[in-house]
Nanobody, 124 residues
Framework: QVQLVESGGGLVQAGGSLRLSCAAS????????MGWFRQAPGKEREFVAA????????HYADSVKGRFTISRDNAKNTVYLQMNSLKPEDTAVYYC?????????????????WGQGTQVTVSS
């Protein structure tokens, strides 16, 4: 069982930056691939970024590639999402998720545990 708690969301102007954190409970955090997803009002949840158990492999949605960076600190049971050059279309609730797998998945159904989400709002 893994519990996930996101933090770091907020209101930022276009072009600004935010860093999201996701703290995980449990002693087996390093066995989980981790992902970030987002959901805007009226839209389906979409993949943002994912990282494998060691941090040696990452994946990004085309819409955030070059602007967002996912990382993890297994000693702190935490995964991060650094978001730079934010755009109004990045506005959404951001969720972190854990997948008991060596490989980071790209779709929500592959993930076993979810956080409650944190709101990110980018003003134009």
């Amino acid at each position: 069982q893994v519990q996930l708690v996101e933090s770091g969301g907020g209101l930022v102007q276009a072009g600004g930056s935010l860093r999201l954190s996701c703290a995980a409970s449990g002693r087996t955090f390093s066995r989980y691939a981790m992902g970030w997803f987002r959901q805007a009002p009226g839209k389906e949840r979409e993949f943002v970024a994912a990282i494998n158990w060691s941090g040696g492999s990452t994946h990004y949605a085309d819409s955030v590639k070059g602007r967002f960076t996912i990382s993890r600190d297994n000693a702190k049971n935490t995964v991060y999402l650094q978001m730079n050059s934010l755009k109004p279309e990045d506005t959404a609730v951001y969720y972190c998720a854990a997948d008991y797998s060596l490989v980071a998945g790209l779709v929500p159904d592959e993930y076993d545990y979810w956080g409650q989400g944190t709101q990110v709002t980018v003003s134009s």
